[in-house]
């Protein structure tokens, strides 16, 4: 059974940081390149960023600069780091793992940027 499980969300004031990790299960997680998605409210799920097997990134614009992703193989974890919070990051974040044949999502973890 394939479960990726987040954690790391809450409250943080604009300009704070806030680590979120996701823990995989039940897949060959160094095959598979894992993403941080986001959905905030009323709007559509987005990219925030992407890390390959190999370790190659990528991030959104929105995020470049402030966000940062990793991976550790031996762990089956990725992480996103994100600092200077501002409250337009405020969405469900969630876990993703995809190959070119199957994709997998998390529950989501809660992110919310206010004073």
């Known amino acids: 059974q394939v479960q990726l499980v987040e954690s790391g969300g809450g409250l943080v004031q604009p300009g704070g940081s806030l680590r979120l990790s996701c823990a995989a299960s039940?897949?060959?997680?160094?095959?598979?390149?894992m993403g941080w998605y986001r959905q905030g409210p009323g709007k559509q799920r987005e990219l925030v960023a992407t890390?390959?097997?190999?370790?190659?990134?990528n991030y959104a614009d929105s995020v470049k600069g402030r966000f940062t992703v990793s991976r550790d193989n031996a762990k089956n974890t990725v992480s996103l780091q994100m600092n200077s919070l501002k409250p337009e990051d405020t969405a469900v974040y969630y876990c993703?793992?995809?190959?070119?044949?199957?994709?997998?999502w998390g529950q989501g973890t809660q992110v919310t940027v206010s004073s």
């Open positions: 993703n793992a995809y190959s070119r044949t199957l994709q997998y």
């Open positions: 039940g897949i060959m997680f160094s095959f598979y390149t």
């Open positions: 890390i390959t097997s190999g370790g190659v990134t």
